[in-house]
Structure formats: structure tokens, C-alpha cells
């Protein structure tokens, strides 16, 4: 079916708040509900984050992150087991509340990135040693590493108001001295990062597209079990390249064709300077185009064809009608 992008502007997602279940949380993305017998409510918004600030919304992306996520949690079952218990709707996935690892893991192979813990923007600066791996002089951006690197962070302190600062990298030796994961927990950590890295750029590979990195969160069952949480190999948490044109592109020192969040950050940063400027308003043919990358992508890397779901109702009136029929315990009568 067509989809029409910029008409999607006006059916956005952008609160996912329903005050008869318990336990509200809003992140910059996802709106979040804590059962009380342990399950948790995940429901992807349309809402779209960059630079550590929530800047519009964009049609169909709240589902295109949900399938995508399914599609790798399903993938990569046998490499780590994940949070997920059901996907009541489209946008909506419920899974197991878990204690979770204060560390996100970012695996690299590519030299590049926009943001203050990308280690291009590190290495442009004059870094040879970033998140304890040192680098040689003379690469270039978007140039492929020697090997796979993983670059952790960490949450800063909260500011004065309460607000977290922004992402904070840190090195493995630092996360074992800090006591933020003991030592054999974060060896596995990194291995079984590394095994989903590498299954999913062989599965990215087989359909013409380069994982150049990604952002895994990990937590604990209550049974002491590792498990993959949040979302896996969605354009929000990775970036992709379209393969074919990769050489001819860095050839010519242009930017990879992506399909990922890059592409609105580099049109951010051509603009201003996102950490200390106002970033301007994104215009509406700019969103239709975003949206349909990250659709282009779910389509390359699943096969399958994307379709809105029931695209004739409000995306919040179809969430709230699936939730009901999914949590009637809690549904007012």
C-alpha cells in the first residue's frame, strides 16, 4: 500500500499516557508502565530525540521501532535471551521488569558519529586513545576500524534540577573499579555483545546493509539471568549503511547513504551547534523524509512489507483499545 508520509503528520503519537494504569514513566522516546507483578508496559510514541532533546514527532516510527525490535529480538533469541513477554500492539511491547545494568553498550565498527561520545568526534578533536582503545593517526571518517570496538557509557550526575546529563563514556577498567558491574559479569557483558553484534551485521550484510554500530542495555531476571532489553538494531539505536555505495561515497568524502537517526542529526548539525544553540524547527518535508528511511529500513532488513496499522483510527485510540483488551484488570469499568 502507499504510504503517505506527510499526511502521517497529523496522526503522530506523541502521549502515550493512560492514567488507569499504574506506574506511569515517560522517557524521550517511550512512555512506560511498572505492573505489579513484575511485567512492564513499553509503548513507543512517534516523539523523535536528538542531542538529548525530544525535537518533533515522526510518522509511523513509535511501529516502525516496535517490528524492527521484534524482528531482532526473534533474530538473536539464541545468542541472549530478551525482556519481551507480548506485543499487545504494534507499538507496544510488554516484558519482564528487570534490573538493569547502569551501563549501555556500544559496539563500533566504523569510525564516525555526531554526538559528544561518538569516537569521531572524539579522534577529530585530537583523541588517539578513546574509551581506553587507541587509534592510529591519519583515519578518516566513516573509515572501518581494525576491529570491532566496544565503547561503553554512563549516565552523568543529575544537574540541579533533577534533569540527567548527558551520556558519559567510560572505559571497562573504570566500570570495574567504579563498582558499577563486577568484573566476571561484565566479561560476559562483553561477550555476548560482541556474538549480537556480529549476528546481526551478518544478517544486516545479507540484505545489503552495514551495521556500523549500535547501543545495546542489558539487566537481570530475577533470576540472575542476562537478558537484552529496551530495543536491538532499530534505527534509533544504530547505525545502518546502504552497502553499495559505501566505497564510491567515501571516495568522494561524502556521508554514507544512511537509514537510521544520523541522517537528522547531520541535518541538525549542519545548522547549529546542538549542544549550544537553539536547533531550528525540523520543517515537515524533512520528517516525511526521515520516516521513510526508518520504514525503508525495517522493509530491507525484515523482507517484509511495512503497513500503518489500522491506519482510519488516532494511533493513541487503537493503543488504549489493545491495552484494555490486554490489561482488563486494570481498564476502567
Known amino acids: 500500500m502507499a504510504i503517505h ?24 522516546v517511550r512512555d512506560s508502565y511498572d505492573l505489579p507483578d513484575g511485567r512492564r508496559i513499553m509503548i513507543a510514541t512517534d516523539r523523535q530525540s536528538a542531542f538529548d532533546q525530544v525535537l518533533a514527532a515522526v510518522p509511523f516510527k513509535g511501529q516502525v521501532l516496535t517490528q524492527t ?3 531482532w529480538f526473534d533474530a538473536t533469541a539464541d545468542v541472549c535471551p530478551s525482556h519481551v513477554l507480548a506485543y499487545p500492539d504494534p507499538n507496544v511491547t510488554v516484558g519482564i521488569k528487570l534490573d538493569m545494568i547502569p551501563v549501555e553498550v556500544v559496539v563500533r565498527d566504523y569510525l564516525t558519529g555526531a554526538t559528544s561520545t561518538s569516537i569521531w568526534t572524539q579522534y577529530a578533536t585530537g583523541a588517539r586513545v578513546v574509551y581506553g582503545h587507541r587509534l592510529p593517526d591519519g583515519m578518516r571518517k566513516n573509515q572501518r576500524l581494525s576491529a570491532t570496538l566496544i565503547t ?16 558519559v ?17 561484565w566479561r560476559e557483558i562483553e561477550r555476548v555483545a560482541m556474538a549480537l553484534f556480529r549476528r546481526g551485521r551478518d544478517l544486516a550484510a545479507a540484505q ?12 537481570l531476571d530475577r533470576e540472575g539471568r542476562l537478558r537484552v532489553a529496551d530495543e536491538i538494531h532499530t534505527p534509533d539505536s544504530s547505525r545502518y549503511w546502504i552497502a553499495a555505495t559505501y566505497s564510491e561515497r567515501a571516495d ?35 520528517l516525511a523524509e526521515f520516516s521513510a528511511k526508518y520504514v525503508r529500513l525495517y522493509e530491507q532488513v525484515t523482507g517484509q512489507e511495512f503497513a500503518p496499522v489500522e491506519p482510519e483510527l488516532p494511533v493513541r485510540e487503537r493503543i488504549e483499545r489493545n491495552l484494555k483488551r490486554a490489561f482488563p484488570e486494570f481498564a476502567p469499568r
Open 5 to 28: 508520509y506527510l499526511g502521517g503528520l497529523g496522526r503522530c503519537l506523541t502521549d502515550a499516557h493512560f492514567p488507569w494504569l499504574p506506574n506511569f514513566q515517560r522517557g524521550k
Open 69 to 71: 525490535a521484534r524482528y
Open 152 to 167: 561503553p557509557t554512563t549516565k552523568g550526575a543529575t544537574t540541579d534540577k533533577g534533569a540527567t546529563a548527558h551520556d
Open 169 to 185: 563514556p567510560i572505559t571497562a577498567a573504570e566500570i570495574v573499579a567504579r563498582g558499577l558491574v563486577p568484573a566476571d559479569r
Open 208 to 219: 545489503g546493509l552495514i551495521l556500523v554500530d549500535t547501543k545495546y542495555e542489558f539487566g
Open 252 to 286: 568522494q568524502s561524502l556521508e554514507p547513504d544512511s537509514l537510521d537517526k544520523e541522517f537528522l542529526r547531520l541535518w541538525i548539525a549542519a545548522r547549529c551547534d546542538p549542544y549550544k544553540e537553539p536547533i531550528p524547527e525540523i520543517p515537515p518535508a524533512t
